[in-house]
């Protein structure tokens, strides 16, 4: 069968023939041009004029006269009206570089779906207004005051950000394309094409539907659909979410006679192979060893007048696992004796680069320094530099290869913070030639724009270095010259919007450069398997198929969309939503295996935070549909198993007690061991040793988001504020019947006490007060209705209670704080509650083994709970009536959640098992023959606060 893009190559040579100065043909994507290009070239015998080739972006913008300005150039546009519109109230840049992605996509959508951006805006206002009145009549929060005039002024944003683009002939994707409908009669005059071809469309934008209809109506247009009958068909097939955008460009266009169609996924044969591979590595190897068991049957020999390897494809579903498979790629050969060469048409990422990390870590050093007293560095931050591969390769230059003798004189330290002279002597007492270097990465902030010249004199000093030591690594020379264009840049932007930034701004803004940024991996795009993700497969037809991450979750994408404006509005005004998104992944989906014959879809069998384990609903069609339909269609599902070799021996990181850590262990048991701090030891004894021994704090947010602690604090403070006059008492109902505007009122107090000078009326950080308030109004309802049936008298909140236990040779003390105690009226019955803001199951509170509470963190609320009753009962008077666990604010509905031990026994009667527990665990923390290991479950690892350290520092540095 011929493939798509050479029916259009013999459509254009038939149709159009010499009349080509005149004809633009127009594609969805750039890479169907080159593929076009060499079916011409292949099929003319002669000199031939082509025509002129566009993609959909570039056509609009070249058509239109305008240019396009990259986002964070209109991000700096917006801010400058932001300051205009909002006057001395206006936030600072870092602030505002929070909303205004969101609002430049919101913006582009209305733009491109040609809606009334005004009625939008008012829409959303007055819905915003609704969700905050009271019927009580209650005057506004400051807080919900901003958060209306937010949304009362998104009109303003708009129109001056497009009056302001509009007079310098600039705009952003969706003002351009709204600006060419607009204007189509006047500019298509000047157009030199009379004749276009569009090859190959599916999903368009209303003002792209417009400006193509138009052109259809008063030009000569072609519409060239590569469409299959299953799922296109007008009858049986008709709801087939693949076919529906094709469908409505017909019906829209009035499009009477289609040039092909295939029928192919119902009648030709196929393989089509279902492997579930465990992990998302598991697949790029698997896909490596698929490809070496390909070139050792022979089964890729270069054919006559044929590129070797061009039927074959590599489709990335989750582009994110191309740096693992440029690392797995496969060193076989054909039986030629040739390498099997591979064509990577997809950018390397330049945020995933070492230098990238680096300038990322040195801006947070320099931060961080700024917010300290005196000529104090964090030692967390210099760490992390020196763990970078990018400058931890420059230091072992300078040291051969003895950065790891620096960073562990640095643990050593078992300080968090040191000087600058400290460090220096550190660095370079040893190693005199790093002081040039450090001297500067060293060096006091200053103003943030001041960083860009530092980093570009660090560039020049080690330029040489890299040369001579690194001279083959032509990946590096690429990401160093981009880093330096864009820091460039990034000076320019600066100087003319906000030349007093801060830090916190500077990375934000370095960040949305980086992240639009991509390496160019040069390859010959027309020979060897190529390696691509979903959409650029658009146009192009392979007969051998390698399709990684069929998940749901990734193909189709769950895309969440990011809008200040809610579904149903957008639903209204026809913008945008997800499960458009899902339709065009089915149309690429089902086109790709139109001409396909050997198909192998990876999907990731094992549940984990990145979408594994479901496999897509394209498989199960395939399955439950297409199978049913095409009798030649050869189906096999498998799970494999991939040999991944011998793993490299781990080597378990092991602190051994000296005693001056013995010291501090000491230290630490007069001042009591709380419930929290021998759950981490549970988890992990070296993380025990990292955060409890020498008090190196978990690393700060990037950000200024409330943090999960801050959360929690907020939650538990409130319900304090509610409860304590009610101590001794019985728990008033009616008291707790407080109005919605009260409650928010003591929600943002305790917010403006636990986020100091936080910024509480936009992004992240409204959401999570919005969550505070959700959570707290729920559960005052829960607790009213359960008050109502059995009600309680309050013993206490938030109360701190310690207590001792005796070991031969010493007394330890034990200490922890009690959310809640109270007493049942009727029954007596005393509950320890805890509160948890996270999600609790009640299975999380059931103890099948008493071993478990030492050996297995699952069990570290269970532990919590059943700790504090123990404390509770040492204090006070003791108790055979009485019972512990946790209130879960996101689970409400759970209500409180008991703690069951082992054989159902009373939390009474399990004390002395507890005890014995205890000591136990107290044994390991205390014993000077016992190391602090670290834990061998990678799991724990790989979401671990200190994994850096662990993961990246040579077990012969501690």
């Not at 109230?89 to 205004?100: H, K, S, V």
């Not at 004749?195 to 209303?206: D, E």
């Not at 099997?340 to 330049?350: D, E, R, S, V």
Request: glycine share 4%; with cysteine; aromatic share 10%.
């Amino acid at each position: 069968m011929a493939k798509f893009l050479e029916q259009v190559a013999d459509f254009i040579l038939e149709k159009v023939g010499d009349d080509t100065l005149r004809t633009a043909v127009i594609f969805p994507n750039k890479r169907s041009e080159i593929f076009l290009k060499n079916h011409l070239q292949n099929k003319v015998k002669s000199n031939y004029w082509l025509p002129e080739f566009f993609t959909i972006d570039e056509f609009m913008v070249n058509g239109s006269g305008m240019v396009e300005l990259e986002p964070v150039n209109i991000y700096f546009e917006l801010f400058k009206v932001h300051k205009t519109i909002a006057g001395e109230d206006a936030r600072t840049l870092d602030d505002f570089l929070a909303w205004a992605p969101v609002m430049l996509a919101d913006f582009t959508d209305i733009d491109l779906y040609l809606a009334d951006a005004k009625a939008v805006f008012t829409n959303l206002s007055e819905v915003k207004a609704i969700e905050q009145w009271n019927p009580s009549g209650a005057v506004l929060t400051e807080l919900q005051k901003h958060y209306l005039s937010f949304y009362n002024s998104l009109h303003q944003y708009y129109a001056h950000l497009n009056s302001n683009l509009k007079e310098k002939g600039l705009g952003y994707k969706g003002m351009i394309y709204r600006y060419l409908f607009e204007n189509i009669e006047t500019i298509s005059k000047t157009w030199p094409w009379q004749r276009f071809i569009l090859v190959g469309f599916n999903a368009l934008s209303k003002a792209e539907k417009k400006v193509f209809g138009y052109l259809k109506r008063d030009f000569q247009v072609d519409v060239l659909f590569d469409i299959d009958e299953y799922y296109f068909s007008s009858d049986k097939y008709s709801n087939k979410e693949a076919g529906r955008f094709i469908r409505d460009l017909i019906k829209e266009w009035n499009i009477g006679e289609i040039n092909w169609t295939t029928n192919s996924l119902s009648k030709d044969k196929k393989e089509i192979n279902v492997l579930g591979v465990p992990k998302r590595i598991g697949q790029v190897k698997y896909a490596a060893q698929l490809i070496e068991e390909w070139s050792n049957r022979q089964q890729f020999e270069r054919e006559t007048e044929t590129h070797i390897f061009l039927d074959t494809a590599i489709v990335l579903g989750d582009e994110s696992l191309l740096v693992p498979f440029l690392n797995s790629l496969p060193q076989a050969e054909n039986k030629e004796g040739e390498k099997i060469p591979f064509n990577i048409t997809m950018g390397y990422p330049l945020i995933n680069s070492p230098i990238a990390l680096f300038v990322l870590s040195w801006i947070e050093l320099l931060q961080s320094k700024q917010n300290m007293p005196g000529d104090k560095y964090s030692i967390r931050h210099i760490l992390d530099l020196l763990y970078n591969p990018f400058f931890s390769m420059i230091i072992d230059k300078y040291t051969d290869d003895n950065t790891h003798k620096i960073t562990g004189k640095l643990l050593d330290k078992n300080n968090m913070f040191l000087s600058r002279g400290e460090l220096m002597a550190i660095s370079c007492d040893d190693y005199p030639q790093l002081r040039p270097v450090f001297d500067l990465v060293l060096q006091p902030p200053g103003k943030a724009d001041g960083f860009i010249d530092l980093f570009i004199r660090f560039l020049a000093l080690i330029k040489s270095t890299i040369a001579e030591t690194y001279a083959p690594a032509q990946l590096l020379k690429e990401q160093m010259i981009m880093i330096t264009s864009l820091i460039k840049k990034l000076k320019v932007l600066i100087s003319e919007v906000s030349p007093d930034l801060s830090y916190r701004a500077l990375e934000k803004v370095f960040i949305q450069l980086i992240n639009r940024s991509e390496i160019s991996l040069k390859g010959e795009p027309l020979s060897g398997i190529q390696v691509m993700g979903m959409l650029e497969t658009r146009n192009l037809d392979f007969k051998n198929l390698i399709i990684l991450s069929v998940n749901d979750g990734i193909l189709p994408k769950a895309d969440n969309i990011e809008s200040f404006i809610p579904f149903d509005i957008r639903r209204h005004y026809n913008l945008p939503l997800p499960n458009d998104k899902s339709d065009i992944y089915a149309y690429h989906f089902y086109r790709l295996l139109q001409r396909a014959e050997t198909v192998n879809l990876l999907y990731n069998s094992e549940p984990d935070a990145f979408g594994g384990g479901e496999k897509s609903r394209f498989i199960l069609q395939l399955e439950e549909e297409l199978q049913k339909v095409n009798p030649s269609l050869d189906l096999q599902l498998s799970q494999i198993k991939v040999p991944m070799g011998k793993p490299a021996e781990k080597q378990i990181i092991s602190i051994h007690k000296t005693e001056d850590i013995l010291e501090v262990i000491n230290k630490r048991l007069k001042k009591g061991l709380s419930p929290s701090g021998l759950s981490v030891f549970v988890n992990c004894p070296l993380k025990y040793y990292f955060r409890y021994i020498i008090n190196l704090k978990p690393p700060e947010s990037r950000d200024s988001d409330i943090e999960a602690n801050v959360f929690g604090k907020v939650v538990h403070g409130v319900l304090e504020d509610l409860y304590k006059d009610f101590k001794g008492k019985p728990i008033e109902i009616n008291k707790l019947k407080i109005t919605d505007e009260a409650l928010r009122q003591r929600i943002e107090n305790k917010f403006r006490i636990e986020f100091v000078g936080g910024n509480l009326t936009s992004g992240q950080n409204l959401l999570k007060v919005e969550v505070v308030n959700l959570y707290l109004k729920r559960y005052l309802k829960n607790e009213i209705a359960d008050l109502t049936k059995q009600n309680r008298v309050l013993l206490s909140t938030e109360e701190e209670l310690a207590a001792t236990i005796e070991l031969p040779d010493k007394e330890i003390k034990l200490r922890g704080t009690i959310d809640r105690t109270d007493k049942s009226i009727s029954t007596e019955t005393i509950r320890i509650v805890d509160y948890k803001t996270g999600a609790v199951k009640p299975g999380d509170l059931k103890v099948k083994e008493w071993e478990s509470l030492i050996n297995n963190p699952d069990t570290a609320k269970a532990f919590q709970v059943l700790y504090y009753a123990y404390l509770f009962t040492k204090n006070k008077m003791p108790s055979t009536n009485i019972e512990a666990g946790i209130i879960s604010m996101q689970n409400i509905s759970s209500g409180f959640m008991h703690l069951q031990l082992p054989e159902n026994i009373s939390i009474d009667e399990g004390f002395g098992m507890f005890e014995e527990i205890l000591e136990s665990l107290i044994n390991q923390i205390i014993d000077p023959a016992t190391p602090f290991n670290q834990t061998q479950d990678e799991e724990r690892c790989k979401y671990c606060d200190y994994k850096n350290i662990c993961n990246r520092n040579p077990k012969s540095s501690w």
